[in-house]
């Protein structure tokens, strides 16, 4: 921290030690319904903020123990709403970088079982979810989304080497890190096969069955979302089941593809999720992504298999009726999607860079 200025890895680290502190968020409302910092307080005063108008928290107390921090889109405005709190006598920083920046952090929770550990790595303003899963000193990675020293760290934190790094298809709402993570740690490179991939790696078949500890994980080829999109299956007891099959809905079919194309794409999805739900009710559905801001809770984002099907309407469809419903339901395209995907054909970019173009919430799901 400076005298004015608290780094996005610095509150990260302050939430997830529930430590007292008081997030006020003064963006417009419009861009705080999209994605927002868990447990954050919005005041509606950018306007006015920006309008020159003096003491406008003049109706807002605070406990004198509390630390707030003011959050605006790039981290400009909040700095003059810092000020003003200030006057008050409010011991108070603004969020370098503002949202933008927040794009960057992150939370985990653990799910333990016999030889297994499950960290499921969230970055709680985006949505994403990736998995660093440990067995026995060897650790498997899926959909690395973030800085790969977070997963190097978690690795080197539970004594684990990492093996083996998955991605379930090609991403288009953030860069996938697989390539470089892989690369750094001379692990094992596997990606669905994709003929724009401009790097070297391992193409996942389907049925492939991928050993690391002392237990294995099966790829499943399940289309739809994308033409290369894989779910993996733990011990037949978890599914990764990437963009396909989510806790409260399934992937879009729509992206990079016209009409006619989407119909098609959600067909094959439709079959995919068949596929998934044969499988046993018990099975804990992990996705790779959630729709809302991730708190700060350890709580795993995950369901049964059961209980996803008994609560996701679109899953108890006849296929024309399925195809129908997703498409008239299609949410708002992803900001940059053409360039990130780009980006993940290539497999390379500065991580500076991804800041203002991963920025913004998830959008992947239909529910």
């Keep these: 921290m400076t005298d004015t200025l608290i780094s996005v890895e610095e509150l990260r680290t302050k939430l997830e030690n529930k430590e007292r502190i008081q997030v006020i968020d003064i963006r417009p409302l419009e861009e705080r319904e999209e994605w927002k910092i868990p447990g954050s307080v919005h005041v509606d005063v950018y306007h006015q903020l920006k309008s020159g108008k003096e003491d406008v928290f003049s109706t807002m107390d605070f406990l004198k123990d509390e630390t707030v921090v003011t959050v605006c889109a790039a981290g400009k405005t909040s700095l003059i709403a810092m000020e003003q709190l200030r006057k008050k006598g409010v011991k108070v920083y603004s969020l370098e970088g503002g949202m933008r920046s927040w794009t960057r952090a992150w939370n985990t929770a653990i799910t333990e079982d016999k030889h297994l550990k499950i960290i499921q790595v969230r970055r709680t303003g985006k949505g994403c979810l990736s998995y660093i899963i440990g067995s026995d000193g060897e650790a498997l990675v899926i959909d690395p ?38 690369t750094t740690v001379k692990a094992q490179l596997l990606m669905p096969p994709n003929t724009a991939l401009q790097y070297p790696y391992e193409k996942i078949q389907d049925q492939q069955l991928i050993s690391f500890g002392l237990t294995n994980i099966q790829a499943i080829a399940t289309p739809g979302h994308t033409s290369d999109s894989f779910s993996y299956l733990l011990q037949e007891k978890y599914l990764f089941s990437g963009d396909t099959l989510f806790t409260k809905g399934v992937g879009r079919p729509d992206l990079k593809a016209n009409t006619d194309q989407a119909k098609i794409k959600a067909g094959i999805l439709y079959d995919s999720l068949q596929k998934i739900l044969s499988l046993s009710k018990d099975i804990i559905v992990f996705p790779g ?26 899953l108890t469809l006849e296929k024309q009726l399925f195809v129908q419903a997703l498409l008239a339901n299609i949410p708002l395209t992803p900001p940059n999607y053409e360039k990130i995907v780009a980006l993940n054909y290539k497999g390379d970019i500065k991580e500076r860079e991804l800041i203002g173009l991963e920025a913004g919430a998830n959008r992947c799901a239909i529910s």
């Design 145 to 182: 989304s973030l800085d790969i020293e977070v997963y190097i760290s978690i690795a080197k934190n539970n004594n684990w080497k990492i093996t083996h790094v998955l991605d379930t298809h090609i991403h288009a709402d953030h860069f996938s890190r697989a390539k470089r993570l892989a």
């Design 289 to 314: 992504h959630i729709s809302e801001p991730v708190s700060f809770d350890g709580k795993t984002i995950a369901n049964s298999l059961g209980n996803i099907i008994d609560t996701v309407p679109l």
